[in-house]
């Protein structure tokens, strides 16, 4: 079950993924050929997701190589690098 409300499956199998890893997956559509966006809650990084990609299949490969780019190690007690 997802509750996302992206029309394109593989996209939304995607963002399952992301929200699953810990990733804030916001839903801002309404806002022309914008979706919403993926946050990594570590360095406050976000990626774009589009309402309707050109290639579904492409744009669910962006959002998981997003979220392997960021998959942080957990820090114990050091301060978050500010970029
Ligand atoms: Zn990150």
Redesign the pocket.
Known sequence: MTRWSHSKKQVRDALDEADAAGFDVEDTSGHGHSWGYIQ?T??K?RMQVWSTPKSADNHAKQIRRFIS??S?PKQEGEPDEQL
């Open positions: 990594c570590v360095d990084q780019r960021h942080h």
